[in-house]
Structure formats: C-alpha cells, structure tokens
C-alpha cells in the first residue's frame, strides 16, 4: 500500500509497505481521507512519537470503507462506511484499528468530508463535556476559534449555551467564528481578550486553551467562580506564571489532556457518548463541518505548510481515494 513517509528533515514524501493483517478485534479501512492534525506537525520533527504498539505512519484520524474484518469483530461488516480515531496510519491506503474507535458516517455527510469528524469532534466533547464538567447555558472561552478544534467547538457548544467567546488571529478569523455561532470573537493580535472580557463584566465558566504560556495567568483571573481551565496543547509555551490565590479564592480547577495515549477501551467509551450525544445534532444538521481545503495524499508537504502557517478556517483534510457518485447511496 502506499503511504506517506517522513525523512529527518520533516519533509513528507509517499512510500510503500505491505498491508498488515488485522487483529482479530480489528478493522480494516480502506481509506478514503485523512485528517490533518498539529500533532502530524509535531511527530515528524520527532516531538510527539506514536505510543507502543500503534503505527509509526502519520494520521489520527480516517473515514472510508471497511474492507476486512478481525475474527472477534460482530459489530460492522465489510463495506460498511465508517470514520475513525487513530493511534498513528491515517495518512495511507489502509489502516486497521480497534473496532471499538470507529463511528457510522452520519448519512448527510460524504465519505470524504467525514474524515473532518473524529478527532476533532471526541477532543472537544471529552474536555469540555466530561473533563470541564460543563453545563447547558454556561459561558465558555475557546483560544484559536477558528482552528479546526475552534471552529467545532462552536459548532456543537452552540446546541447548549448563547455564551460563546473565541480568540482569532485576524478579523476574517473572527468574523467566521461569528458566523459559525459564537457570541464574540477577539482579535488577539489587536486587543487583550483579558481586558476585552473584563471591561464587559464577562466571567467564563469554562476555558478551552490550546496556547498556554502567558494565556495561563490571564485565563485565571477572567474564570468565574467555579470555573474550570482545560489544556490541550501549549502553542505558546509550556510554562505560565501563576497566582495561587485565584485558584484558591474562586475554587477553580484545571486539568488536560489527550486522547493519542488513551487505551481502546477509554477512547470507546468517548465514542459511544459522541455517537448518542452529538451524531443526531450532526443528522438534524444542527452541527456545521467547516473544511477549509482538501489535498491528495501526495501533496502532504503542502497540506502541512498550510497548517503552519495558520492561515486556515477549520478542518484540511488529505484526499486518498475520491467517493463515487454511486457511493453515495
């Protein structure tokens, strides 16, 4: 099968292995597309290695076509049409993946686009939903809005609260954030979202932080009583000062997390919430998908350069093999 390789420059480049068996609790999915992640950027410059026993290829997340069958799996058979979470192999032809990670692709969504759905979609919902504990019309603070985690965020938080604040690096950012459902969005690069919550008397319930550093003590003193910081990633430094009293006098709690490292059964348990909780708003189209572009799978590189450069809008994706018109039935 073909996939996509890395060299010790970072530089992505297709390669070819043989097609692994799958596990008698496994699938075999023929891929259609794969999801691009900022953990893809951070695994081929060595910074984020897959965790033992999954596969060293690129990719946490896939949507395509079962196409074989472990011998313990009852659950889906061949040709079912399905997306999945991935510990590593979603940038090839084939993966194979525990069956208790995959999902049933919602019947409005293309087989393509439903590669934008898994990782994104049980990031949030596990932070948010389980790890913040948060409530129907709490206020909530995302960072990097119009990211792909951003962007879904709105668009599923939108079900449950009118009180949805975003930071975004350019007003075109923001104004998409707005038109996706949140509240408001702040430019960072213009304005302090510190000052701009503070001076409207907006106290956040709940924080959904990717950039960390310096955004650290700043969310400490917005939070409300209660209120609860979650971290996802640390774009902007591992380290932060803090002030212990905010943390005591307001009773706040922070956490994070991530979802690569977590056994099957833990990232089942994920999957069976979304697929009651937020698979029926996405049928309902109560949940918007926002795609930004698509690549084929040999346009890797450029797929990566775009993330980089964060000048994206939502999900990019990489094109394996293109759905059918007589697929889509």
Same mark, same amino acid.
């Given at each position: 099968?073909?996939?996509?390789?890395?060299?010790?420059?970072?530089?992505?480049?297709?390669?070819?292995?043989?097609?692994?068996?799958?596990?008698?609790?496994?699938? @075999?999915?023929?891929?259609?597309?794969?999801?691009?992640?900022?953990?893809?950027?951070?695994?081929?410059? /060595?910074?984020?290695?897959?965790?033992?026993?999954?596969? =060293? #290829?690129?990719?946490?997340?896939?949507?395509? $076509?079962?196409?074989?069958?472990? %011998? %313990?799996?009852?659950?889906?058979?061949?040709?079912?049409?399905?997306?999945?979470?991935?510990?590593?192999? /979603?940038?090839?032809?084939?993966?194979?993946?525990?069956?208790?990670?995959?999902? &049933?692709?919602?019947?409005?969504?293309?087989?393509?686009?439903?590669?934008?759905?898994?990782? !994104?979609?049980?990031?949030?919902?596990?932070?948010?939903?389980?790890?913040?504990?948060?409530?129907?019309?709490?206020?909530?603070?995302?960072?990097? /809005?119009?990211?792909?985690?951003? &962007?879904?965020?709105?668009?599923?938080?939108?079900?449950?609260?009118?009180?949805?604040?975003? &930071?975004?690096? %350019?007003?075109?950012?923001?104004?998409?954030?707005?038109?996706?459902?949140?509240? $408001?969005?702040?430019?960072?690069?213009?304005?302090?979202?510190?000052?701009?919550?503070?001076?409207?008397? #907006?106290?956040? =319930?709940?924080?959904?932080?990717?950039?960390?550093?310096?955004?650290?003590?700043?969310?400490?003193?917005?939070?409300?009583? *209660?209120?609860?910081? !979650?971290?996802? %990633?640390?774009? /902007?430094?591992?380290?932060?000062?803090?002030?212990?009293?905010?943390?005591?006098? *307001?009773?706040?709690?922070?956490?994070?997390? &991530?979802?690569?490292?977590?056994?099957?059964?833990?990232?089942? @348990?994920?999957?069976?919430?979304?697929?009651?909780?937020?698979?029926?708003?996405?049928?309902? *189209?109560?949940? =918007?998908?926002?795609?930004?572009?698509?690549?084929?799978? =040999?346009?890797?590189?450029?797929?990566?350069?775009?993330?980089?450069?964060?000048?994206? #809008?939502?999900?990019?994706?990489?094109?394996?093999?293109?759905? *059918?018109?007589?697929?889509?039935?």
């Amino acid at each position: 099968m073909k996939f996509v390789n890395h060299n010790n420059q970072g530089l992505l480049f297709i390669d070819e292995r043989n097609i692994e068996t799958p596990n008698p609790n496994q699938v @075999q999915i023929e891929v259609y597309s794969a999801g691009v992640n900022r953990a893809d950027l951070l695994q081929k410059k /060595g910074h984020y290695p897959q965790p033992e026993g999954e596969s =060293d #290829i690129l990719g946490l997340e896939v949507s395509g $076509k079962i196409c074989d069958l472990g %011998s %313990s799996v009852t659950k889906y058979k061949i040709g079912d049409k399905v997306c999945a979470i991935l510990g590593g192999g /979603g940038y090839a032809e084939y993966v194979n993946v525990d069956e208790r990670q995959i999902l &049933t692709i919602p019947k409005n969504i293309s087989l393509n686009d439903a590669a934008s759905l898994p990782e !994104t979609i049980l990031t949030v919902y596990e932070n948010i939903f389980n790890i913040s504990g948060f409530k129907k019309n709490e206020s909530v603070l995302i960072h990097g /809005g119009s990211s792909g985690i951003g &962007t879904t965020a709105i668009s599923i938080l939108k079900n449950f609260t009118d009180k949805i604040y975003v &930071t975004a690096g %350019s007003d075109e950012k923001c104004k998409a954030c707005v038109e996706l459902g949140a509240t $408001k969005a702040i430019n960072y690069k213009l304005k302090d979202f510190e000052e701009v919550l503070s001076s409207d008397r #907006i106290k956040i =319930d709940v924080v959904l932080d990717m950039v960390g550093g310096e955004y650290f003590k700043k969310n400490l003193k917005i939070l409300n009583f *209660k209120g609860r910081l !979650t971290y996802i %990633s640390a774009l /902007g430094g591992i380290k932060g000062e803090i002030n212990l009293l905010h943390i005591m006098n *307001k009773q706040l709690k922070i956490s994070g997390s &991530t979802l690569r490292s977590r056994s099957s059964e833990m990232k089942g @348990q994920i999957v069976n919430q979304v697929k009651e909780i937020i698979w029926p708003l996405i049928e309902k *189209k109560l949940i =918007d998908i926002k795609i930004f572009k698509k690549f084929h799978l =040999d346009e890797a590189n450029e797929a990566h350069s775009l993330m980089e450069s964060s000048q994206h #809008i939502g999900k990019i994706l990489l094109t394996v093999k293109e759905e *059918k018109i007589n697929e889509l039935t």
